[in-house]
């Protein structure tokens, strides 16, 4: 853990979305803390510190800042992970979702991001698409203001270096600038 880093010491805003938003799926602030969640920090790989602050200014460009909701995620947290979204949204939802078998995150060089404007995450799908609106295109014939907001956080993201993750979500990005973009 010696090239981990935490976000917030870098001036990068953040907050674990499931320390902050656990309750939802029924995670406990104790079960948290035994798969070693122990606060709202989000700590990464260093490798990844230059390239998000290179994202962030690109976004202020557009009166936006990012903000990193998930970060390095340990072996353990995946299975208390799969264990709770299994018994909340059933084996297939939680495959669409939830790759337990790379765990991207337990590597510390895959993210989840958001855009952060007025003070408050901005919301870049409706809810009421559920798990759906996480996925690129979604919204391409839909809901345009949503597929322009997820387009300008794929294209910043990928111009600094990330790549999206195997799912297709637009907030999950890994760090592989030597890979093609994939968006």
Known sequence: MKNFVFIDEYGILGSNFYWQK????????????????TDERIKIHKDLIKP???ADKELQKHGYQIYVTEGYRSKE???????????????????????????????GRSIDVALWKDNQVFRLHD?????????????????PKYQK???????IM??????????????HFNY???MPRNY
């Open 127 to 143: 809810k009421a698409d559920g798990i759906n609106g996480y996925f690129i295109n979604f919204y391409k014939e839909k809901k």
């Open 77 to 107: 947290l995946y299975e208390l992970l799969s264990q709770k979204m299994v018994k909340r949204i059933g084996e297939k939802g939680k495959n669409k979702i939830l790759n337990t078998k790379d765990m991207p995150h337990s590597t």
């Open 149 to 155: 907001l997820q387009d300008l956080l794929t294209g």
């Open 176 to 178: 592989n600038p030597d």
């Open 158 to 171: 990928q111009d600094s270096g990330f790549r999206l993750g195997t799912k297709g979500e637009y907030f």
């Open 22 to 37: 656990g309750n939802e799926i029924g995670l406990l602030k104790e079960e948290l803390k035994r798969v070693g969640l």
């Open 52 to 54: 998000l602050l290179t």
